[in-house]
C-alpha cells in the first residue's frame, strides 16, 4: 500500500542540525510532491516547505528559509529534511506528506506518522 | 500570507447531533481547500479536498461546501470516532496555510 516511513525521534542540543528521513513506498515516487511540516506541542500545523522527487528542486517557507535543507534519493524512494541552528522551539513532531496530485499545491493524502524532534540542553 | 481562521475553537456535541465547523480565510481561495481530521498522536488525515470532493474512503455523513473565503465541513450525524481535531487548509497560494482548528468534543 502507499505509506510514507519516517526515522525514529531524535535528541538534539541547541545549535545542532537534525536530519529526518521519508522513505516512499507503493507508488511512483517522482510523480507527487513531498511537502514537510511540523507541529510543535498542543500546537496546529506549520508548513515548512516542499520537494520534487523528479526533479530535486525544493521550495522553502519564508520562516526556515537559509536553515532548512530538504533533499531525495530516488534509487531508494527517500526524502529528507534537515534543519539546522536547532532551538528549543524547533520542539516539535516532524511530517512528510505527499501531495494528492502531481501539482505542488495541493492537499496531502498520505502522511507519515511523523519524527519526533527534541531540543534540550 | 493567507490566514485561515476556524471557529469554533472547540465544538461540543453529543454523539449522533449534527457538527458545523467554518473557516475563513483573509483573502478568496476560490475552491482550493482541503480538511483534515487529527486524533491523539496520530497523522492528519485528508477529508475533503477542492472545498467538497470526499477523499477515497471517507463516509458520507462528512460533507464540505464553500468558496472564495467561507467554507462549512458538516459532521451530519456525529460518531464516537469523530470526536478530533478538525483543520482546514487553503492550497490556492504559496504559502499553504491552516487554521488553527477546531476541536470536536464529546458533550
Known amino acids: 500500500q502507499v505509506q510514507l516511513v519516517q526515522s525514529g525521534a531524535e535528541v538534539k542540543k541547541p545549535g545542532a542540525s537534525v536530519k529526518v528521513s521519508c522513505k516512499a513506498s507503493g507508488y511512483i515516487f517522482t510523480v507527487y510532491y513531498i511537502h514537510w511540516l511540523r507541529q510543535a506541542p498542543g500546537q496546529g500545523l506549520e508548513l515548512m516547505g516542499w520537494i520534487n522527487p523528479n526533479s530535486g528542486g525544493t521550495k522553502y517557507t519564508q520562516k526556515f528559509q537559509g536553515r532548512v535543507t530538504m533533499t531525495r534519493d530516488t534509487s531508494i524512494t527517500t526524502a529528507y529534511m534537515e534543519l539546522s541552528g536547532l532551538r528549543s522551539d524547533d520542539t516539535a513532531v516532524y511530517y512528510c506528506?505527499?501531495?494528492?496530485?502531481?501539482?505542488?499545491?495541493?492537499?496531502?493524502?498520505?502522511w507519515g506518522r511523523g519524527t519526533m524532534v527534541t531540543v534540550s540542553s | 500570507e493567507i490566514v485561515m481562521t476556524q471557529s469554533p475553537a472547540t465544538l461540543s456535541v453529543s454523539p449522533g447531533d449534527r457538527a458545523n465547523l467554518s473557516c475563513r480565510a483573509s483573502?478568496?481561495?476560490?475552491?482550493?481547500l482541503a480538511w483534515y481530521q487529527q486524533k491523539p498522536g496520530q497523522a492528519p488525515r485528508l477529508l475533503i479536498y477542492?472545498?467538497?470532493t470526499r477523499t477515497t474512503g471517507i463516509p458520507a455523513r462528512f460533507s464540505g461546501s464553500g468558496s472564495g473565503t467561507e467554507f462549512t465541513l458538516t459532521i451530519s450525524s456525529l460518531q464516537s470516532e469523530d470526536f478530533a481535531v478538525y483543520y482546514c487548509q487553503q492550497c490556492n497560494n504559496w504559502p499553504l496555510t491552516f487554521g488553527g482548528g477546531t476541536r470536536v468534543e464529546i458533550k
Open positions: 506528506a505527499k501531495t494528492l496530485t502531481g501539482y505542488d499545491d495541493d492537499g496531502f493524502d498520505i
Open positions: 483573502q478568496s481561495v476560490s475552491s482550493d
Open positions: 477542492g472545498a467538497s
